[in-house]
């Protein structure tokens, strides 16, 4: 059974900066996709990043310049490094697995909820 335990969330304010980090373990799928989404207070759940087997990774145009997703494959983390906070990025994220390559994009991904989902962290962003 794959579990996937996030952590890293938290409250912060305005360009302040956290690190999410995201456990997995119970699998051994050589072809995994992973990535992070997340879902704000009114808003339906987006795709904010996804990196592939060999480490190529996509990001949403709206979190590009700010957030970087990064894994460890040796220790089977998933990390989101965010920086320069806004409120517009208060939400619940969530990390997600998927044994396949390529991976799906970040809206097939996250509207069809595929693979395997942790619990979230929360990110509370105040002005």
């Known amino acids: 059974e794959v579990q996937l335990v996030e952590s890293g969330g938290g409250s912060v304010q305005a360009g302040g900066s956290l690190r999410l980090s995201c456990e997995a373990s119970g699998y051994t799928h050589r072809r995994n996709c992973m990535g992070w989404f997340r879902q704000g207070p009114g808003k339906e759940r987006e795709g904010v990043a996804t990196?592939?087997?060999?480490?190529?990774?996509t990001t949403a145009d709206s979190v590009k310049a700010r957030f970087t997703i990064s894994k460890d494959s040796a220790k089977a983390t998933l990390y989101l490094q965010m920086n320069s906070l806004k409120p517009d990025d208060t939400a619940m994220y969530y990390c997600?697995?998927?044994?396949?390559?390529?991976?799906?994009?970040?809206?097939?991904?996250?509207?069809?909820?595929?693979?395997?989902w942790g619990q979230g962290t929360q990110v509370t962003v105040s002005s």
């Open positions: 997600a697995v998927e044994d396949r390559y390529p991976c799906r994009s970040l809206t097939t991904w996250s509207e069809g909820g595929f693979g395997d």
């Open positions: 990196i592939d087997r060999f480490g190529l990774s």
